[in-house]
């Protein structure tokens, strides 16, 4: 299992270096007329990456095949045995794609009525991403785990497509990474939990290990894409404001 991860973990920094060298010299230019101040609207919501203009599934390896799918549903499976109830139920819990699920390091005070504007923008992060993995999902349109192997138990309820890439992963990672630039004094904190999120999926049963792996790249990808985005930097020192003086840090 160490090994496993390792390789992962190694695949990823790598695999991240390139992509994201890749994105800095394939970025389509925005343009005046579809984009405001850096922000575009889909479906009512204010996100800060264009789903129209940028092809997440570029970037991504399709899900594996032959002996490395097995290993990732062996993993899957292997994770069903060590599953305890306390287990299950944080893997339940993470199902909500909420940045409040960060309490645990942030303190009780961290609930969404003490914070409405990072409420907020933290739903536009989310949908910002949600938007792309989508792609993937339609794209390689992966079985869950539990529709393959019916010994395997969710859970939680998904729809019966779309494995790949993890919204849930790429979220948790993104978020992660964004709320970890916001309270530096807590990074590692915060990106440890954005990791035990994601590979809750696992856990949980909903996701393969590679599901998450991708789901991760995206996260990091988006998270690269806004650093330079006026509109996400204004909407992001409002909220910056508001959680470091909510949680008693100085600004």
């Not at 960060?102 to 003490?114: F, I, M, Q, R």
């Amino acid at each position: 299992m160490q090994n496993f991860e390792i390789r992962s973990a190694c695949r990823a920094v790598v695999g991240t270096a390139v992509l994201l060298f890749g994105l800095a010299v394939s970025l389509p230019a925005a343009h005046a007329s579809d984009v405001m101040d850096g922000a575009v609207i889909v479906k009512g919501v204010k996100v800060y990456i264009d789903p129209a203009k940028f092809d997440s599934t570029r970037f991504l390896a399709p899900p594996p095949t032959g002996i490395h799918a097995e290993d990732d549903m062996a993993t899957v499976v292997r994770w069903q045995d060590r599953r305890t109830v306390e287990l299950e139920k944080l893997a339940l819990a993470d199902s909500k794609q909420s940045v409040f699920r960060w309490s645990t390091v942030l303190g009780p005070e961290w609930k969404e009525e003490n914070f409405p504007i990072a409420k907020e923008f933290f739903h536009q992060v989310y949908k910002t991403e949600s938007n792309l993995n989508k792609q993937g999902k339609k794209k390689w349109n992966r079985a869950r785990p539990g529709t393959i192997n019916h010994e395997i138990k969710a859970v939680s309820k998904f729809k019966n497509y779309g494995s790949y890439p993890s919204g849930h992963s790429a979220f948790s990672h993104f978020t992660a990474i964004v709320l970890a630039d916001m309270i530096p004094e807590k990074r590692e904190e915060i990106m440890r939990r954005g990791w035990e999120k994601a590979f809750n999926r696992v856990i949980g049963g909903v996701h393969f290990p590679s599901d998450v792996e991708a789901g991760r790249m995206l996260g990091a990808i988006c998270a690269a894409l806004v650093q330079d985005n006026p509109a996400f930097r204004a909407d992001f020192e409002e909220a910056r404001k508001e959680v470091r003086a909510g949680l008693g840090l100085p600004l």
